[in-house]
């Protein structure tokens, strides 16, 4: 019997974090279909193909900066007068450059024919129709070379890149006006607990607004997939099942929150399991325990706890990565960077800890991580207040300033 044949059949083993992560990107399948949308709208999309420059950017040697294009031959001379025999604008090829003479040229104005250097109009003096020279300049100084920016056969951008603002640029430069791009993950959303009522509704004794259903909403729609919003499902276990097998042909994953333990008012998992297979359930961490993983039907399944910090911070070290990997995205889980414990850990944790911090860069080196002062799973407030996730591996004694494992909240949601 397997690690995880014997967690779910004993409930005494739990899966570690890393063992975790990779079982679910090992099962996760890219999205097949792919989209060609325009320039406009790819922002935050994810590339389908390679992107192979189509130019040379720039397409022409040109001027890096306003003053005169010359033949650096004719700067011998400190202190040089040269007749001004043509303008050159942006946008506006000149004629080759007559020895001798100089162009008054502007930025990003096409090179003349002849010309190999630009002095810049701080270093010149005008008088009439000539220009003074006044310090030597050597070939190529202020002029871009053609193709200093990019070479035509080059590869810009692979696939699996997610489009940001600077590689819409790049491809506008490129004169690209479609994209390919993967079709947008559609995921179907599902809250439990009959003690959920939607904000905006009055709350009756024992009732809590749903805040999970909300945060991983604007999750999902962070890195753009298509939401099935299934809604609140009644606590019954037909109820769930129906569910189930509505989302499970119209969506790629289904994405549930509460339900997963072991209550007697729990039907998530038993629901899947009827219906298909749980892979993986129960994690050797803190906050986000019981998380399930498996199959409705042919559909993954993402099964994560009910309270709000560890439905959230579940999400972004599992759900996240598994999404990632559908997308078809080159990176499925970001790397960390490395920050201080303030305050040291004297007795070994029995499951390592996902603590809600706020980072400290007044200090040389490192930044030190300074933690929300109430870590319950209830607390969604220490999410909103802290800057990241601070890993504290369990089984180990740490002194004050051990250096361990921090992610954004920036990193762990783009």
Known sequence: MSALDCCVASGDVLVGVDEARTKLLNAATTVADIEHVPLSTALGRVLAEDVISPLDVPGHDNSAMDGYAIRSVDSAEDGCSLPISQRIAAGHPGGEL??????????????????????????????????????????????????????????????????????????ASLGVAEVPVRRPVRVALLNTGDEIVEPGEPLRQGQIYNSNRYTLMAALQCVGCEIIDLGQVEDTFQATRAALLHAAPQADLILSSGGVSVGEEDYIKNAVETEGEIDLWRVRMKPGKPLAFGRVRDTPFIGLPGNPVSAFVTFCLFGMPFLRAMQGRN?????????????????????????????????????????????????????????GLLEIPDGVSLKAGSTLNYWSFESLLS
């Open 98 to 171: 007559a020895p001798g003479s100089a162009a008054r040229i502007f930025t990003g104005a096409p090179m003349p024919a002849g010309a190999d250097a630009v002095v810049m109009q701080e270093d010149c003096l005008v008088d009439g129709e000539n220009v003074r020279i006044t310090r030597q300049v050597s070939a190529g100084q202020n002029v871009r070379p053609r193709a200093n920016d990019i070479a035509s056969g080059d590869c810009v951008l692979l696939a699996g890149a997610k489009l940001i603002p600077q590689s819409v640029g790049l491809l």
């Open 331 to 387: 990176e499925t889980f970001p790397h960390p960077i490395g920050a201080h414990l303030m305050r040291g850990v004297d007795k070994p944790l029995k499951r390592c800890e996902f603590i809600r911090v706020r980072l400290d860069h007044s200090a040389k080196g490192l930044p030190v991580a300074q933690a929300f002062p109430r870590q319950g799973s209830d607390v969604l407030a220490s999410t909103v207040w802290a800057s």
